[in-house]
Every structure is written in C-alpha cells, then in structure tokens.
C-alpha cells in the first residue's frame, strides 16, 4: 500500500518592494526628504506654484508630442535603410548620420534663428494662417527635438527590422501573404518588441534634452527653475526640486515601457 508523498508548498514570497535593497533606498530617499524640509527654504514654492505646474505641462507634452512624431518618421527610416532601394535608403541614412552628428543645441539654434529669421522676409508667409504659430519659439522646439528622436530611433529600428529571421516573412510569402499583411502581422510587431527596451532608453534621454528649449525662451520646468533662481537668488532647493521632477518622470516612463512590454503577445524566433 503505497503512502502518498506530502505536497511540499513554496514559501510565499515577499512583495517585489520589500526586497533589501529598495528598503535601504526607500529610507535613504526618506531622509533626505525630512532633511530638505527641515532645512532648507521652500517659502518660494506658493509664489511659483502655478508657474511650475504650467512648466512640468510643457515638458510633458514636448516630451509625448515629439516622441509620438517622432517613431512615425523612425519606422520608414528603419525600414528604407533595412529593406529599401538605395535611393530610399541612402538619404535615410545620411539624414539618420547629419542629426546624429551633430549636437542637438546646434540644431535647435539652427531652425529657430536660422528659419525663424528667415521666415519674416517672405510677404506670403506673414500674411498667412501658420504665421500666429511660426512667430513662436515652440513649434521650432517640437520640430528639432522630432527629428532628432527620428533620427536615433532611424537607426534602432533599422537594426530591429534586419533583426528579425528572414524566414518567417519568405515562409509567409510562400503562404500567400500580401506585403502589406506581412508588415502588419509578423515583420512590425516583432521589430517593435525587440526594439521595446532601446526605445525606452531613448525616451528617457529625450526627456533629459528637453530642457534646451529653455534657450529659446520656450517655458519648461527647466526654465520656471532658472527663473526662480535669477528673481529669488536661491539656487539648491529648486535645483532639488526640478532633479525629482524628472526622477518622477523618467520611473512613469520606465513603468510603462516595462509593462508595455509585458503584455506584447510576440513571441521572436
């Protein structure tokens, strides 16, 4: 007569944010706080208040408009230099190489003294519709910040396109599969995956160049900061202040790319 062997259960395991190290990190950044509070000079914050909401707003649009526009200009920029004819892919790739050689300052001073100097010579162009809107910093802004996301994300898809095996897309060829459905079903949800955690990498930074719009007067966090600092002569507490900004920013950008990436059903071959 045979004994059944007992079960052997696991041990439940402890929440993911009751690990060691995040307890020492939750009590450093604990501190930290109370010492920020206790000694330093926060009698600023109500007068700049609605300033700084306004300021984070605008780094947070700049951030999603851009990036949003800018991986619609990187998908054909991956895919002509993977997958195109040379006259498609040549200029991808040499406009992939421009905006990645040069500094993105350079480019923002280029299109907004550059072009926006230009543009008031033109009759046509002030009497039109865009003029309200040209006459502006952002949009100038919006722009270099896109093609520079376009640029590097270019050059991440190229790689994720030419990453996934060529056998999956002849084998739907031979399938009858039209090009198109071959894009939509296997060739872009697999690129996509396998270029998830870079893109996540390069919006961080994305977040981390928004700040040089404050060159061209266009009102970031970054700049309610350095406005604080030049009409109250306090520098640290909103130096601190705007670094846990963009601390809070960035864990919202990772959380989401990590559970975007969680729940893509692709599996890669």
Excluded at 100 to 110: A, E, F, K, V, Y
Excluded at 216 to 243: C, H, S
Aim: include cysteine.
């Amino acid at each position: 007569m045979s004994v059944d062997a007992p079960v052997m259960t696991p041990p439940a395991r402890a929440p993911s944010w009751l690990k060691p190290h995040r307890i020492g990190l939750l009590a450093v950044a604990l501190a930290l706080v109370i010492a920020a509070t206790l000694f330093m000079r926060w009698d600023w914050l109500p007068r700049y208040y609605g300033l700084a909401l306004q300021g984070i707003w605008r780094t947070i649009w700049i951030l999603v408009v851009t990036c949003a526009l800018g991986i619609m200009l990187a998908v054909p920029l991956g895919l002509a230099q993977a997958a195109g004819p040379w006259w498609l892919a040549a200029p991808a790739r040499g406009f992939c190489t421009m905006i990645r050689g040069t500094p993105l300052l350079l480019q923002l001073w280029l299109l907004y003294y550059g072009l926006g100097s230009l543009f008031p010579q033109f009759p046509w162009i002030r009497h039109s519709e865009l003029w309200p809107y040209l006459r502006q910093a952002w949009p100038y802004a919006v722009l270099s910040l896109t093609l520079s996301y376009a640029a590097y994300e270019g050059e991440v898809m190229r790689g994720a396109f030419a990453g996934v095996p060529r056998g999956q897309l002849e084998a739907a060829r031979a399938y009858g599969m039209s090009r198109w459905k071959i894009f939509r079903r296997i060739w872009m949800p697999q690129a996509f995956y396998r270029a998830l955690p870079t893109l996540a990498g390069e919006t961080v930074l994305q977040l981390k160049a928004t700040p040089l719009v404050a060159t061209i007067t266009v009102v970031d966090i970054y700049n309610v900061a350095g406005r604080v600092r030049q009409e109250t002569f306090i520098t640290y507490e909103p130096l601190l202040l705007l670094a846990l900004v963009y601390m809070v920013i960035t864990g919202i950008i990772v959380f989401l790319f990590r559970r975007l990436e969680s729940r893509i059903p692709v599996k890669i071959g």
